[in-house]
């Protein structure tokens, strides 16, 4: 993964269109303002980690973009495309943008296969037998090849989320978001699905990543946002974000993350060191 | 006072003819009766107010009513506005209408106890609400729906009586026969009763094994 930190994004020609842009979103739920004046944009093959407390309004940016919310105001363009205005079908989207849920949301009255070859015979028109050996060659990349005819009750939360990541690039979108995929699992688990995730990376897929993994955010991202109240209030290279925090709130959060982290990793240590003791 | 069966036992058989009828009229009714339930479970929860409130009366006026008069209203009320239709077809068409009623509500409910994650994931893999409905969502439903609607089955098949009144020869209709050449009330409708009690159990019984067999599935 060590590549992936300083993978180039240079030479990308002006004139294309981001591979993602929101101008000035404004994003509220009833009274509550969830957005408030956010723009960013993300380029094509870019890595974008986004980092914030709870409640900061990451999932809801997410979800704006691949239009699980309606915003209020603002602009938000695919591929130079704008998509928030109601004109585009959920087949036009799911063309652009993939999203991996923390919740993995698997259909469990279906089989791992038929939850990969579902959108790809229904939408993208594909036979069975096409969309199948698709199906086959996206498990076997996530590594689930044998899961095939398995239900999703019968995985591991790992295996499910891998198997999610395999469903989003079954309709070959051009960006990833995902919603902090590795939350809902337990800690043995969120290695296997971290691993999938660089490899995309590696593969040069443009990805947007709302993660409280900060080593994991570190390691495999171009640039990180950080999000508080519903703005992005400081954005940066890896390095400069986790290094050398600009923000009082940037240092505060990174802080309580670190000493978080600290703490389950003694645990951690302590849990194994009194399994050593008979 | 004393049971003798002596003077029923030669009808036996035309009980079962009758029996018989129950059964195809309760399994055509909620049959029919299932999908347009389904239908208008779904309309119930459509992200279109105006087709949400159509589905909404509609149920309202079915369960507010009493099968008996949706029965005549369809059988001697439609007549004046020139339709006739044969008393069976009668009995069918409303005694499905009155079981969607019913399995529209069961259905709505079935369709919001699917978890609204299976939406999202649905519509950011490209499907519409349509398809969303067709192949995450009623699936899903349909099978938590089931044990309300083995319910809904039975309940139709005890119902069912009410097709007497349009002379449809079905158990009930043909135990007022029997009773009416043999004279022997009592014993008639305890046989006609007890026949009712083993299509409802059995029912029951071959839903609970259905139910057992999809859940392992
Ligand atoms: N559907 C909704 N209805 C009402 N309020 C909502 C809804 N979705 C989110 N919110 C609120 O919007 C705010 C931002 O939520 P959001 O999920 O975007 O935060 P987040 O940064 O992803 O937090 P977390 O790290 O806990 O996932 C929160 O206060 C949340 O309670
Ligand atoms: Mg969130």
Redesign the pocket.
């Known amino acids: 993964m060590a590549e992936s930190c300083s993978k180039a994004v240079g030479n990308i020609s002006s004139m294309n269109p981001p591979a993602a842009e929101v101008r000035n979103l404004y994003k509220s739920?009833?009274d509550?303002s969830?957005?408030k004046d956010v723009s960013f944009s993300l380029r094509e093959g870019e890595v974008v980690s986004v980092i914030?407390?709870?409640?900061?309004?990451?999932?809801?940016?997410?979800?704006c973009i691949c239009r699980l919310?309606e915003i209020n105001s603002g602009e938000i363009y695919l591929y130079g495309d704008r998509i928030d205005n109601g004109r585009h079908s959920n087949r036009d989207i799911a063309h652009l943008v993939g999203m991996i849920f923390?919740q993995f949301n698997l259909f469990p009255h279906l089989s791992v296969l038929e939850n990969l070859v579902l959108s790809p015979i229904r939408i993208l028109g594909l036979s069975r037998k096409d969309a199948e050996e698709k199906g086959v060659a996206l498990l076997r990349r996530v590594g689930l090849e044998e899961k095939r005819n398995s239900r999703p009750r019968e995985l591991s939360g790992g295996q499910c989320q891998r198997v999610a990541i395999a469903r989003a690039l079954s309709m070959n979108p051009k960006i990833m978001l995902f919603?902090?995929p590795t939350?809902a699992l337990d800690p043995e688990l969120v290695g296997e699905v971290l691993d999938v995730i660089a490899d995309l990376a590696d593969s040069g897929m443009t990805m947007m990543i709302?993660t409280?993994e900060m080593m994991f955010a570190k390691e495999v991202s171009n640039r990180v946002l950080f999000?508080d109240e519903?703005k992005i209030v400081e954005e940066g290279t890896p390095v400069e974000i986790f290094s050398c925090p600009r923000l009082p709130r940037t240092q505060l959060f990174l802080q309580r993350m670190l000493v978080h982290f600290g703490r389950e990793l003694t645990e951690a240590d302590g849990k194994e060191g009194c399994d050593r003791v008979p | 006072m004393s049971l003798d069966f002596s003077a029923v036992s030669p009808y036996i058989p035309m009980l079962l003819a009758g029996a018989k009828m129950t059964i195809q009229a309760s399994v055509l009714s909620v049959l029919l009766g299932s999908l347009l339930g389904t239908f208008i479970g779904a309309l119930r929860v459509v992200p279109f107010a105006p087709l949400r409130y159509i589905a909404a009366g509609y149920i309202y006026i079915i369960r507010g009513t009493p099968l008996l008069i949706q029965l005549f209203l369809i059988y001697f009320g439609l007549p004046s506005l020139g339709l006739n239709l044969p008393a069976f077809a009668a009995g069918i068409i409303g005694l499905s209408i009155n079981s969607s009623g019913y399995v529209g509500e069961i259905v709505r409910g079935g369709i919001e106890a699917v978890p609204k994650g299976q939406w999202e994931a649905s519509k950011v893999l490209g499907l519409s609400y349509v398809k969303t409905m067709r192949f995450i969502i009623l699936p899903q439903a349909i099978r938590n729906m089931l044990p309300a609607i083995g319910n809904e089955f039975v309940t139709l098949i005890k119902e069912s009586s009410l097709l007497s009144t349009l002379a449809i020869t079905e158990l009930t209709m043909v135990g007022q026969q029997v009773r009416s050449v043999t004279y022997a009330s009592f014993e008639t409708f305890i046989l006609v009763g007890i026949v009712y009690l083993i299509m409802t159990s059995s029912t029951s019984f071959l839903l609970q094994y259905v139910e057992n067999k999809w859940k392992v599935a």
Do not use: C, N, Y
């Not at chain 1, 914030?52 to 979800?63: D, H, I, M």
């Open positions: 739920f009833g509550l969830v957005l914030g407390p709870s409640g900061s309004g990451k999932s809801t940016l997410a979800r919310e923390q919603d902090e939350s709302i409280h999000m519903g």
